[in-house]
């Protein structure tokens, strides 16, 4: 508590100063306005991170749920897709490779305080280092050869990523960005990167001044397999250059956080042939608290389509080699979240799973799913902590919950699940590698 209050006290300071010089530097009402407004909200932002709670458990992190519920609970062998399914959650600086009984194959672990690099002359490193009971994967992707890449995410701050760290097989670090990339990973057809970033921006850009501050701006971040920099994009600017440019001018949010980009997926040539108004290289983004999915052309750096729909709060809409999309509706039926398979072009909902009133979908954030290739599609649940794999005809073939449980003031309490999908054998050969009852995790 005491560091908080030394922290107000020089957030205040500077804050004060600011104010004072704004109004010597210059003789003009803008400026006055301007530093006046810069002001508030840095003690907006000051108000925000002295409230932050003390432990996990008093924030979203952490879900109060039944001790009964861990590990696999349902099972039907003949029906559910063989593999090996990848998660990462809340409650460590980790992700863990289960196979269809359960059993942990393989796990990642690098908590930040070994991440060479990915602290190195930043500010918030002390921060971010006294509260490591915050920070968690957000998400990750596995490779053919037991490389991971996982992004590093805190509670709290603003912007709310760290960045990504590349793990090999043994959980050395390859690569870190220290870029404040979020949500999701996709890789493309040629082995590049696609991440999300995201910052704070001084002003807003150029021919978007309508945007009130505080503001973010998402951005399209594409890396080779080394880690390099290929390509930077603006989402905010992207959506400035487009047809689409509307959609903002009335767009606000008091945190500055307009779009809420929570989505990256590449085109494949396969799909751009299924969806005729993508073209091959464009990535599809999703904007949440904009309730639509958008295009990006990354070299026009526009977007170049746009849907809306039935949905609220999404998230991971994916498409499918029927000509369909697939996304975790988290909002737009109250008390219930549900997967909707729909037609982009008609927007008629194919297929829909919400579960039961004994056995319902429900994650108000956070949230992904994934057509597998039997059919069958595994649902990340987030808040009930829940993996769940169901058939065409809504039946519940595989389940699984975070094995690792805590008790708290009582009470029991679950990590939130940030991600999940499923891979196979042949997607991960490293497995072939690794012998049985092998301590390398």
């Given at each position: 508590m005491l560091n908080n209050l030394f922290d107000v006290f020089r957030a205040a300071l500077a804050l004060a100063i600011a104010f004072a010089v704004g109004f010597v530097a210059r003789d003009g009402e803008f400026l006055k306005l301007q530093v006046l407004r810069d002001a508030v909200t840095g003690l907006q932002a000051v108000r925000f991170q002295v409230s932050l709670p003390d432990n996990p458990y008093e924030t979203w992190l952490w879900q109060e749920g039944p001790a009964t519920n861990a590990g696999v609970t349902r099972i039907d062998p003949k029906r559910a897709a063989p593999g090996y399914t990848l998660y990462t959650s809340t409650a460590e600086h980790a992700a863990f490779l289960v196979d269809q009984q359960g059993n942990l194959t393989h796990k990642w672990a690098r908590r930040l305080d070994a991440i060479p690099g990915l602290l190195d002359g930043r500010p918030e490193a002390e921060r971010?280092?006294?509260?490591?009971?915050?920070?968690?994967?957000?998400?990750?992707?596995?490779?053919?050869?037991?490389?991971?890449?996982?992004?590093?995410?805190?509670?709290?701050?603003?912007?709310?990523?760290?960045?990504?760290?590349?793990?090999?097989?043994?959980?050395?670090?390859?690569?870190?960005?220290q870029y404040r990339t979020h949500h999701d990973i996709d890789v493309g057809p040629d082995g590049n990167i696609y991440l999300l970033s995201q910052e704070i921006l001084a002003s807003p850009p150029?021919?978007?001044?309508?945007?009130?501050?505080?503001?973010?701006?998402?951005?399209?971040?594409?890396?080779?397999?080394?880690?390099?920099?290929?390509?930077?994009?603006?989402?905010?600017?992207?959506?400035?250059?487009?047809?689409?440019?509307?959609?903002?001018?009335?767009?606000?949010?008091?945190?500055?956080?307009?779009?809420?980009?929570?989505?990256?997926?590449?085109?494949?040539?396969?799909?751009?042939?299924?969806?005729?108004?993508?073209?091959?290289?464009?990535?599809?983004v999703n904007f949440r608290n904009l309730d639509f999915m958008a295009a990006v052309d990354l070299d026009s750096e526009e977007i170049t389509w746009a849907l809306a729909g039935p949905w609220r709060q999404s998230h991971d809409p994916d498409l499918l080699d029927n000509g369909r999309i697939l996304m975790f509706d988290n909002l737009s039926i109250p008390g219930w979240s549900r997967v909707i398979e729909l037609d982009p072009q008609t927007q008629v909902i194919n297929w829909q799973y919400r579960g039961t009133p004994e056995d319902p979908l429900r994650s108000d954030t956070l949230a992904r799913q994934q057509r597998l290739a039997n059919g069958n599609t595994l649902i990340t649940s987030s808040l009930q902590a829940r993996l769940v794999e169901v058939t065409p005809d809504h039946q519940v073939v595989w389940e699984y919950f975070h094995p690792n449980h805590t008790r708290h003031n009582g009470r029991n309490w679950i990590p939130v699940l940030t991600g999940g999908n499923r891979y196979t054998l042949e997607e991960l050969p490293f497995l072939n590698d690794q012998p049985a009852g092998s301590d390398a995790f």
């Open positions: 971010w280092l006294a509260r490591q009971d915050f920070i968690y994967y957000r998400a990750s992707r596995a490779f053919a050869n037991g490389d991971l890449l996982a992004l590093v995410v805190v509670f709290g701050e603003t912007p709310w990523a760290i960045g990504a760290v590349m793990l090999d097989k043994n959980s050395d670090v390859r690569w870190v960005t150029r021919g978007q001044e309508y945007l009130q501050r505080p503001l973010f701006d998402d951005g399209v971040l594409v890396l080779d397999r080394s880690g390099n920099e290929l390509r930077h994009v603006s989402l905010l600017k992207a959506i400035r250059n487009s047809e689409y440019a509307h959609i903002l001018f009335d767009a606000h949010d008091p945190r500055g956080d307009l779009l809420h980009t929570n989505t990256i997926d590449v085109v494949t040539p396969g799909q751009a042939e299924l969806f005729p108004f993508l073209a091959t290289g464009q990535v599809v």
